[in-house]
């Protein structure tokens, strides 16, 4: 993965996070130097996680949060100008 790009300096928004593919993506983005922000609704597993990957020496954060519901999105969201995404050809 790390030869098709660099995540190293990356902050990743990872939603259902506490179990499933949300999981699995959390471990190998952190383990590719991504700081992670875990966010599901099932705190105690998103915690689990975000341990783990510490453990391991990574960076991740556990965000309790219900997607479907679009205050509770906004509420831990920050507006940021959108970068352009360069093709490395």
Do not use: N
């Not at 471990?27 to 130097?33: I, M, N, T």
């Amino acid at each position: 993965m790390s030869d098709l790009f660099d995540v190293s300096k990356e902050i990743i928004l990872i939603t259902g996070a506490s179990q499933g593919l949300g999981r699995q993506f959390a471990r190998v983005l952190a383990a590719h130097g991504a700081a992670v922000v875990l966010a599901a609704r099932q705190t105690a597993k998103l915690k689990s996680l975000a341990d783990e990957i510490k453990a391991k020496g990574g960076r991740a954060a556990a965000v309790q949060i219900d997607v479907a519901i679009f205050p509770a999105l906004r509420k831990h969201s920050t507006p940021r100008k959108p970068r352009s995404v360069r093709s490395r050809s």
